[in-house]
């Protein structure tokens, strides 16, 4: 499965990217949201994307926001990352269409738990999806 790591922070990007490959992830990184919608935009995105909310150029609310704006609830399962973990802005993260959320600094154990949850409703939509007739 492919995963897009969206974070400004090179640190987080990096341990992101070493706890996925680890679990045998594919991993696409971006450095920022303009580079992560650039990503999404594209005929075969990622199946889930990891976002950080607050980052230069397109935060993660607006990434999410433009991508259920043109997806709808379709793949990517999306999880955004804060913080801020005042329920307001909780709340403001899934109204912005996010699926999930992480609170920062997080324990690698948390990341797995959220993905483990993440992999089986993309599972089971799968399994929804009507198939084409090919």
């Known amino acids: 499965m492919q995963i897009l790591v969206a974070d400004d922070d090179p640190v987080y990007r990096s341990l992101l990217e070493s706890l996925l490959e680890e679990s045998h992830f594919e991993v696409v ?18 199946e889930l994307a990891i976002l950080d ?7 993660g609310y607006e990434v999410c926001r433009q991508v259920r704006a043109t997806k ?3 793949v990517p399962y999306i999880l955004l990352m804060t913080s801020n973990g005042h329920r307001d802005e909780l709340l403001r993260i899934l109204v912005a269409g996010a699926d999930d959320y992480l609170l920062k600094p997080f324990e690698p154990l948390d990341l797995k738990i959220h993905l ?3 992999i089986r409703i993309l599972n089971l939509e799968a399994q929804l999806r009507p198939r084409s007739l090919t």
Do not use: C, F, K, S
């Not at 909310?53 to 935060?59: F, K, L």
């Open 29 to 46: 990184l971006a450095a920022d949201g303009a580079e992560a919608w650039a990503i999404l935009q594209q005929d075969d995105t990622p």
């Open 72 to 74: 709808g609830n379709a």
């Open 53 to 59: 909310w607050m980052m230069p150029n397109m935060d």
């Open 116 to 118: 483990r949850a993440a």
